[in-house]
């Protein structure tokens, strides 16, 4: 019998928009440090294995994985880099515990995103070598062409766009942890310098730093070691077109297919009604409604008026992004998916503070790896 796996420890660093005063190892080392205590395990005596989650590409230094087992503790014991999104990580643990092979296992991720000065030409590394790099273009454009597509396609307007934005950076006033809280309204942000049309400076996501470790444990080891273990009920990850021609630029079918997977695992057949809330990729302001809709959470083309109608405002009848979002905490590069992953995990155990959720059971998770990837994660989580 395959055992269930749940999240027993977690521990974070402030999300910050630079950190010239850590390197991203002591992060690491804060964030594991604060996830064994809260797990209740050490890491040589009690952790089978370990994952870290980040990229070369993103990270900015080459084998930067060679310095992360020190950090975690995790010296001689064995350690799977995982070169993307750290839901993915989680994943990888998930599977892993399932399978039988492991019984505890740590997930690090983290991002020291104000270490790369030259963030546009390194995503351009990413485009089609042949297609598309030549260009010799800002690969931020693929973002302004994607949200006119959306825009086109739905009938979502570039105010209710704006609303999501200034809902985001409102939540993230209750949220510690972030680094982008204000209060802000709608016509600030069209107003608000255009970039790559028809997306305007406040409609992206700033960078930020930060460093995130889970434990997640079998079912025996979880009943064990905390009396608020958050089980994972469904997951499900999806890379879709491989190049800018070959995608669907008005739909997110990458999220579409990762949720589906996802619901199937839980068993989840009517999403907007068996699931609480969710935190979903913002790291665009258009990207929220284009993720609901993908993740079945509303019908394609309402997630405009869902927002305007302020359903997804903490108070309302589906809260998205209570945590601020990317658009409120800072874009963490690989560890973006397990931030929305931590305030589930918060939201569940009723340590979210001054934004806590009342009477929540089941929260959901997305992740896409931004431009110009078509390609995501999902989690379903629940504390019964």
Known sequence: MFPKVAIVGIGYTPFRPITPDVSFREMVFEAASKAYEDAGVHPQEDIDSFVTCQDDFEH?????????????????????????????????????????????????????????????????????????????????????????????????????????????????????????????????????????????????????????VMVLASEEKAKALTDKPIWIRGLGWCSEAPSLETREWGEAIYAKLAGEMAYRIAGIKHPRKQIDFAEVDDTFSYKEPQHMEALKLCRRGEAGSMIEEGATQREGEFPTNVSGGSLGVGFLVEATGPQRVLEVVLQLRGEAGGRQLPDVKVGLAQSWRGIPYASGAVMILSKE
């Open 60 to 212: 900015g230094r080459s084998i930067w994985n060679m310095q992360t087992p020190d950090n975690l503790g995790a010296v001689l014991k064995p350690i799977h880099t995982n070169c993307g999104d750290g839901i993915l990580g989680l994943i990888d643990a998930y599977m892993q515990i399932k399978s039988g092979l492991r019984s505890i296992v740590a997930v690090e991720t983290h991002s020291k995103a104000s270490n790369v000065i030259n963030r546009n030409h390194l995503i351009a590394h990413a485009t089609d070598p042949i297609y598309n790099k030549p260009l010799n273009i800002n690969p931020y454009f693929i973002a302004g062409m994607e949200m006119n597509r959306y825009l086109l396609e739905t009938g979502t307007t570039k105010e209710q766009c704006a609303l999501v934005v200034s809902k985001n950076k409102t939540n993230a006033l209750f949220n510690p942890l972030a680094a982008y809280g204000e209060k802000i309204t709608p016509k600030e942000v069209l107003d608000s310098e255009e970039m790559f049309s028809p997306l305007k400076r406040l409609d992206m996501s700033p960078m930020a730093d930060g460093g995130i």
